[in-house]
């Protein structure tokens, strides 16, 4: 870090800065005869090279984080899922399940469930279930978009795409 001298104003402002001690003493001199509350103050500051290294060492410390995110994901220890245990899901009956409520005039099932992700487990080739309703309802993976959504507008508007089929 460098170190630098500025010399405030009485109001907040600053009448300059100088590098040196010495120089902003001058400065300050000057700037006494307009206003007597004015002093000095030290302050720190990131010089243009030292900021530069730093940017290019934090961009260098993220290529590498994004680089070994790619390797994980490559092995496959790396599964990315649209929500997480505790988010809200919706989810409506697969077309066989609404097709057989309105056969069997069940048709009020036919709707959007409002659902808490309560456990993920995880399966090979990167499937995995959403556990909801205490282990009795699961969500595939499969059927994201399909089955199950993290909006209820999506929901509703899968829900009347299933009723004009």
């Not at 040196?20 to 001058?26: I, L, R, S, T």
């Not at 300050?28 to 206003?35: L, P, Y």
């Not at 290529?63 to 390797?71: A, T």
């Not at 993976?141 to 899968?158: P, V």
Request: proline share 2%.
């Amino acid at each position: 870090m460098a170190i630098s001298f500025r010399v405030v104003a009485s109001n907040g402002g600053y009448y300059g800065e100088e590098d040196d001690m010495f120089e902003a003493k001058h400065l300050m001199s000057i700037s006494k005869t307009h206003d007597p509350n004015c002093y000095i103050e030290k302050y720190e500051y990131e010089s243009n090279y030292e900021k530069t290294v730093r940017l290019e060492f934090e961009r260098d410390a993220l290529q590498n984080l994004v680089n070994e995110y790619e390797q994980l994901e490559q092995d496959g220890l790396l599964v990315r899922l649209p929500c997480k245990v505790n988010d809200t899901v919706y989810v409506i009956p697969s077309k066989v399940n609404f097709d057989l409520n309105v056969v069997n005039r069940y048709s009020e099932n036919n709707r959007v469930y409002k659902q808490i992700v309560e456990q993920i487990k995880f399966f090979k080739n990167n499937v995995y279930l959403l556990s909801t309703c205490g282990g009795l309802q699961a969500c595939h993976s499969k059927f994201y978009k399909i089955d199950w959504f993290l909006t209820e507008s999506d929901a509703i508007k899968a829900l009347e795409g299933l009723k004009n089929d």
